[in-house]
């Protein structure tokens, strides 16, 4: 890993835009692909520097308690500076389930099977009685370039 990290970047967003507009045809839009392929390295780039802080704030926040440990103990919560506080708190479920658990210890969630209306629609022509077609769904476009 290296010890710097340094991302320098530029995109005339409004030039692509521009080239994007100007196509007649997708697949002849050799220009904007070029540019396009600029946003894709940047990414990849922004995209490896993020995992490196990632890790490198998980090793920092590692250090850091193994040394609050060691100087306050095993059950320290807060330390706080001039300029920064450090609070450790629990993550994760409280309890867990190791048997038979009385219905009133336990939440269910519910939702929909895709895969078994999916086949209730083959079978039958329509979606089954209570169930509706979420029109809120979003959507994503992929480029993949060579």
Do not use: C, H
Not at 2 to 8: A, E, G, H, K, P
Not at 92 to 119: L, M, Q, W
């Amino acid at each position: 890993m290296d010890s710097i990290i340094s991302i320098n970047a530029n995109i005339d967003l409004k030039a692509l835009r521009e080239q994007i507009e100007k196509a007649t045809k997708i697949e002849d839009g050799e220009k904007f692909f070029e540019s396009l392929s600029e946003v894709y390295a940047i990414k990849d780039e922004i995209s490896a520097a993020i995992d490196n802080i990632i890790s490198i704030e998980t090793d920092v926040k590692g250090l850091i308690n193994t040394k609050a440990k060691a100087l306050y103990g095993n059950e320290w919560q807060a330390i706080s500076g001039k300029t920064f506080k450090i609070t450790r708190s629990r993550t994760g479920d409280i309890y867990t389930i190791i048997g038979k658990v009385a219905p009133r210890f336990k939440k269910v969630k519910e939702s929909v099977d895709s895969k078994a209306v999916d086949n209730y629609v083959a079978k039958n022509g329509k979606l089954p009685d209570g169930i509706e077609i979420n029109d809120q769904r979003g959507e994503s476009i992929r480029v993949t370039l060579k």
